[in-house]
């Protein structure tokens, strides 16, 4: 397999390797997806290429342990470089260099990985990389360090790279409609953060490194599969619009009674019975 962060589909002849493993070992996709440790989702685009959603090479790999297959004879590498949405791309790119852009618009392109080259726009306050397919981001994107606005939603993310703790000025990250079950760590560093969309994602966990975001105004954890909120979320005392709609929460901290510039809560679709009498 490539060392470069590479998607993937399965082939044909993959395919019906697939299907042989899943009915000998008799697993069903929810099965497969919790011993690989990925999701049910992800195995099932796996199963059906058709749809036309590549796996990173990380998961991949997960699964074809589970199945005892070898992960080079079931899928086809992604020759992105030749890839006419690619070289769309790297024109972009290449304009913005040329031009010196502040901004760079890279959405619906239907791009599988993004050209290195963008580590060249460090002028660029503002990014759209949404609705595409990428499944991992090159590690160039830490040297836009005057990014106030990077759009990563509606793609097949399911990890986002420490560098992304580099972008000192982002005041807006957009990652919902992806794959996350986790954040990076480096998150906390993005003092000026101030509204953050994680919606609609795999995280089953409020991640830690939100604490450290003191700056944050508007946070979004709806339809997620978050079964508890820690009480440190009071340290987010500059929050005025929290959605954690859409999860499995069975009882919120009363310490959420303590967000005092809150003007805008959305709780809706859970399990809850009670709310703290602090609200």
Do not use: C, W
């Amino acid at each position: 397999m490539s060392s470069n962060p590479l998607s993937f589909l399965a082939s044909p002849a993959g395919l019906q390797k697939l299907e042989a493993a899943k009915a000998d070992l008799d697993l069903s996709f929810a099965a497969i997806a919790k011993l690989a440790g990925v999701s049910a989702d992800t195995v099932s685009q796996l199963f059906h290429p058709e749809q036309g959603k590549r796996l990173s090479e990380a998961s991949l790999v997960a699964i074809a342990q589970v199945l005892a297959v070898k992960p080079e004879d079931i899928v086809v590498e992604a020759d992105h470089e030749n890839h006419e949405e690619f070289i769309v791309a790297q024109k972009l790119i290449q304009e913005a260099i040329d031009n010196k852009d502040t901004e760079l618009d890279l959405s619906a392109l239907e791009l599988i990985a993004v050209p290195k080259e963008l580590g060249q726009l460090s002028q660029l306050t503002l990014l759209d990389l949404s609705d595409n397919q990428l499944t991992s981001l090159p590690t160039e994107l830490g040297q836009l360090q005057n990014l106030t606005d990077l759009r990563l939603d509606q793609n097949q993310l399911n990890a986002v790279p420490k560098e992304v703790g580099q972008l000192n000025k982002l005041i807006y990250l957009n990652l919902s409609q992806n794959q996350l079950n986790a954040v990076p760590k480096e998150l906390e560093q993005l003092s000026n953060l101030k509204d953050l969309n994680l919606s609609q994602n795999q995280l089953s966990a409020v991640p830690k490194e939100l604490e450290q975001l003191s700056n944050l105004k508007d946070l979004n954890l709806s339809q997620n599969q978050l079964n508890a909120i820690p009480k440190e979320i009071r340290q987010l005392s500059n929050l005025t619009s929290l959605d954690l709609s859409q999860n499995q929460l069975n009882a919120i901290p009363k310490e959420l009674g303590q967000l005092n510039k809150l003007t805008s809560l959305s709780l809706g679709h859970n399990q809850l019975i009670a709310v703290p009498k602090e609200l």
